[in-house]
């Protein structure tokens, strides 16, 4: 990743995990528990009552990529 970028979104992401202090636990515990075969889904509410959601199968590239930003995100926090 560009490092520019990395100092552009840093501040944002310890801001995040100041106003919502269980998040990046519930991640890194949610990191730990996914495997091939796995279902990851995002579910977003608006502030009108519209919701979306998605739902993706896990293979095992997906399980890099979540390892690796876990380690990043780690890293950066």
């Given at each position: 990743?560009?490092?520019?970028?990395?100092?552009?979104?840093?501040?944002?992401?310890?801001s995040f995990a100041q106003n919502h202090?269980?998040?990046?636990?519930?991640?890194?515990?949610?990191?730990?528990?996914?495997?091939?075969?796995?279902?990851?889904?995002?579910?977003?509410?608006?502030?009108?009552?519209?919701?979306?959601?998605?739902?993706?199968?896990?293979?095992?590239?997906?399980?890099?990529?979540?390892?690796?930003?876990?380690?990043?995100?780690?890293?950066?926090?």
């Amino acid at each position: 990743m560009n490092p520019m970028a990395m100092m552009k979104i840093k501040p944002l992401l310890e801001s995040f995990a100041q106003n919502h202090p269980k998040f990046p636990a519930f991640i890194s515990t949610a990191a730990n528990g996914v495997d091939v075969g796995g279902t990851l889904e995002m579910k977003v509410t608006n502030s009108a009552g519209q919701k979306l959601s998605a739902s993706i199968k896990l293979n095992e590239q997906d399980i890099e990529l979540i390892r690796e930003l876990r380690e990043l995100l780690s890293a950066q926090l």
